[in-house]
C-alpha cells in the first residue's frame, strides 16, 4: 500500500514538472518568435531569419485554403443560433425586434474570433504541427541548426505573422457571413424585417476593438502553440501524430482561455457595459 | 598524437535509460575515425554533442584545444562552420532544388547574396559530381544522389579558404558523417567512400564516420572506435582490429548472430 501511494505520488511529481517544463518551454517558443520578428526587421540581407515569400505562401496556405471552411461553418452557425434565438423569443414575447442588434453584439464580441479561432486551431494547428514534426523527426531542424538558421525565425516566425493577419481577415469574412445567415434565417422562417434585423445602432467601437484584439490574440497564439509541439515531435511518424493531436488540442484549449482572459478583461475595462 | 577532437567520460542518458557510460575517445587532426558498434549503442549520439545538437549529462568534449560542450546554443554558429554534419536520411529540404539546398548555408553563414551564392553552389555540387543534377528537387533522385548532395551543402557550411590549386573555396575543418553508406547500393556507397577519403586526402578535413558498412571500414578507414556498453570497447586500425583476437569484436565484425556480444532486443 505504502509502495502504491509513493509510486502515486511520484507519478503526479513527475506530470507536474513535465507540465511546468512544458508551459516554460511554450513561453521560450513565444518569447523566441517575437524576437525573430525583431530580427527580421533589423536584418541585413543574407542573415539568418525566414525564407524569401514565405509569408506569402503562409498567407495563401492560412487564408486561401481555410477559407470554403470558415464562411461554411460560420454560416450554418449563424442560422441555427438564429433559428434557436427565435425559437425561443417565440415561445416566451414573440418580440423579434431585439434579436439582430443583439447576435451583431455576440458576433463580434465573441462569437466571429472565436468560432474563427476554433476552426483555424484544427485545420491550421494540426497542418504547422505535422510539417513542422515531420521536419523534426527527420532530422531537418538539425540540418537547419547547422546551416546556420534559426528553427524559429525560419519555420514559426513567417507562420505566426501570416496568421495574425488571415486570422483577422478570415474573422471579420466570418463574421459578416454568420450575421447575413442569421439575418436570412430570421427573415424566412420567422418573418423578421430584414432592416430591423440588420440595424447597427447598438454596435460600438469597443464591440471591434474587443474583435481585434481577440482575433490577433488567437493568430498568435495557433502557430506558437502547433509549432511547439511540433518541435517537441519525438521518434518517427507515431510522434508526429502525437504532435499534431497535441497541436489540435492545445491550440483549441489556447483560444477557449484567451476568449475568457479577454472578455474578462474587457468586462474589468469597461465596467461591464460591455 | 595530439587530439585534434576528445571526448573525456562522457556520460549520456535518455528518459533514465544511459547510453553513454564514460566514454572516452581521441581522435587526431585529418584522420578517417569510424565509430562502430550495434544498433542504439550510442554512435549517432556521441557525434551530436559535439556539435550541441545533444547536450551530455556528464564528461567533458574538447575540439582544437577548446571545450566545447558547454557552448550555448545562441554561440554554436562558429562551431557549426567548422564542424559539419552529414545526416543519415541527407535531410535536404525538399521545396528547394539540389542548388538551393546547397546554397542555404552560403547565405547564412557567409551572408552571400542569392544568385552568387547559386553560382557558388554549383561548383560545389560539381566537387561531388552532381554539377548536372543542380536545378532537380531531392525527390527526383536516388538515395546516393542525394546524399552526395548532402556532402556538398556540408562543404558550403565551412569556413572560406584556399583549395591547394589556389581557388577560394569552403569547407569545414571536421565533417562528422552519420551512417552515410546506409541504404545505398555498394556502387553508390563506394563513391561515397571515395567522396570521404578524399576530403581528407586533398582538403585534410577530419572524418568522424558512424558506420555499419565492413566494406567502408575496411577500405577508408584510419583508426576505428569499437563503441560497447557505452564505452569504447576497442580502437585499432582497420588491420588491428581483422588481426584482434577480442571475441566481442570478431563477433561484430564477421557478423555472427551469437556469440558473447550482449544485444538489447535479442
Known sequence: MKRFIVSGIETLGAAVVDAVHAVVELWLVYVSTIAGIVRGLSRRRGGRGRPKGEILRQLYYIGNKSFIFIIVTLGFIGMVMTYQACLQLSRVTGDYSQVGQQFLRLIVSDFGPTLTGMMLATRVGAGIAAEIGSMKVTEQIDALRMSGVLPIDYLIVPRFIASIIMTLVLATIGAVVMYAAGGLTANYSWGVNPNLFFDLDLARGRHFALFAVKSIAYGAAIPVVAGFCGLRARGSSEGVGWATTAAVIGSSFAVIVLDFLISAAALFVTGGDL | ?266
Open chain 2, 1 to 266: 598524437m595530439t587530439a585534434y577532437i576528445e571526448f573525456k567520460d562522457v556520460h549520456k542518458a535518455f528518459s533514465g535509460k544511459p547510453v553513454l557510460r564514460g566514454m572516452s575517445l581521441a581522435i587526431g587532426k585529418g584522420e578517417v575515425m569510424f565509430i562502430i558498434g550495434t544498433s542504439g549503442v550510442g554512435k549517432s549520439v556521441t557525434i551530436k554533442h559535439l556539435i550541441g545538437l545533444l547536450r551530455i549529462d556528464a564528461g567533458e568534449i574538447w575540439f582544437d584545444g577548446e571545450r566545447v560542450d558547454q557552448i550555448p546554443e545562441r554561440n554554436l554558429a562558429p562551431l557549426r562552420q567548422r564542424v559539419g554534419m552529414v545526416f543519415q536520411s541527407s535531410t535536404l529540404f525538399d521545396s528547394m532544388t539540389l542548388a538551393e539546398n546547397v546554397a542555404l548555408p552560403l547565405r547564412k553563414h557567409h551572408n552571400m547574396r542569392h544568385h552568387a551564392a547559386l553560382d557558388e553552389a554549383r561548383r560545389r555540387l560539381a566537387q561531388v559530381y552532381m554539377e548536372d543534377y543542380a536545378d532537380r528537387y531531392p525527390a527526383e533522385l536516388s538515395d546516393g544522389m542525394r546524399k552526395r548532395a548532402a556532402i556538398a551543402r556540408t562543404l558550403a557550411g565551412g569556413p572560406a579558404r584556399r583549395n591547394p590549386a589556389g581557388d577560394l573555396q569552403t569547407w569545414p575543418d571536421v565533417v562528422l558523417f552519420d551512417e552515410p553508406t546506409t541504404g545505398l547500393d555498394p556502387i553508390s556507397a563506394r563513391r561515397v567512400d571515395r567522396l570521404i577519403r578524399e576530403l581528407a586526402t586533398t582538403l585534410g578535413v577530419t572524418a568522424v564516420v558512424v558506420s555499419h558498412d565492413p566494406p567502408s571500414i575496411f577500405s577508408i578507414a584510419d583508426r576505428v572506435a569499437f563503441l560497447y556498453q557505452g564505452v569504447v570497447h576497442v580502437v585499432a586500425t582497420p588491420a588491428e582490429l581483422r588481426a584482434s583476437t577480442d571475441l566481442i569484436v570478431q563477433q561484430f565484425i564477421n557478423g555472427q548472430s551469437s556469440g558473447p556480444m550482449e544485444t538489447p532486443g535479442f
